[in-house]
């Protein structure tokens, strides 16, 4: 598939600097000292198999809330995700006027999003038709959750690039889970790459836990799209292993030895093994990532917490176009 050691081993890192810095967002939440976390935790290995399939930097993206390993794949640096979580000043996805994980990286041709789930998936459709009318290669990839797809929005979205033939993949990241809502209450299909076919375009379901198996789907959806077939539904299946966010107790709708039970198929410890068994890394070079992500993430959190909050006056800026003086 063209995945040199090399790159396996960056797709190694991304996934683990996403869930080291993940797992420090709870611990600071628990310390009280951020408001708010939602967490990717096991989603790692589809968000990252993802991005690299794609001409990062280049390709658009109109992700979803879950994508910190996707966005820290396309150039989002540690310190300005906690810049976010702390709401300081030069967090770049609204300057700390959105929650935290509404992501927006202009540089990185990331939209920004907005609250509602799924009307992600519309702007990218309009940005592909945008694409197709310009006549360049570029792609869109735009990523949901399973329970989101059954929105309107969703449908709308995936019909209008269905009829257009445009280059868009559609990334349902099937974490089993809507909130409290579990899978079954959301469809009656047993796969949200099912409802692909009745609009027109193919669906492929992967193993999410896998980074080869989402790359290679994304290899196959890409190409479509670069090559004016279309777009493509991808559904990546993993498990939520953390709850919904830190306003959830998740004690409430599931057992914990379900939970344990997919903690088994955590992509991180399948990564670490697949990188063993094939001798593409030894044990002392994934210690030697680990030092290194805790020592980046650290230095994140201590520069995150001297930076200042944003002025007040900032507040109206870039909300107006003018300088508004009140009378
Ligand atoms: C239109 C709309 N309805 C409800 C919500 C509240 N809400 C936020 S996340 C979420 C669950 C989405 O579940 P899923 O699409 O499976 O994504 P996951 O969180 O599991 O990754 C809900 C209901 C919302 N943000 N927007
Ligand atoms: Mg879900």
Redesign the pocket.
Known sequence: MGLSNEILLDMYWTMLLARRTDERAWVLHRQGKIAFH?SGIG?EAAQVGAAFALQRGQDWISP???DLALMLAVGLTPLEFMLSVMGKKGEPSSGARQMPSHWGLRRANVLSHS?????QTLHASGLGLAIKLKGDKHVVLTT??????S?GEWYEAVNWAAIHKLPVIFMV???S???S?PQDK?MAVPSAADKACGLGLPGISVDGTDIVAVYSAMQIAVERARSGEGATVIEARAY?LTP?SSDDDDRAYRSREEVETYKKSDPIPLTQRLLLSKKIATQAQLDEMEKRAQTEIEQAVADATAAPYPSPEEALHPVYAEEVTHA
């Open positions: 939602i989603q979803y809330y879950r609250a509602p789930v799924a009307t949901i959750g399973e329970g989101s797809t929105q990241e099937n974490n889970y809507a909130i809502v959301q939520r919904h």
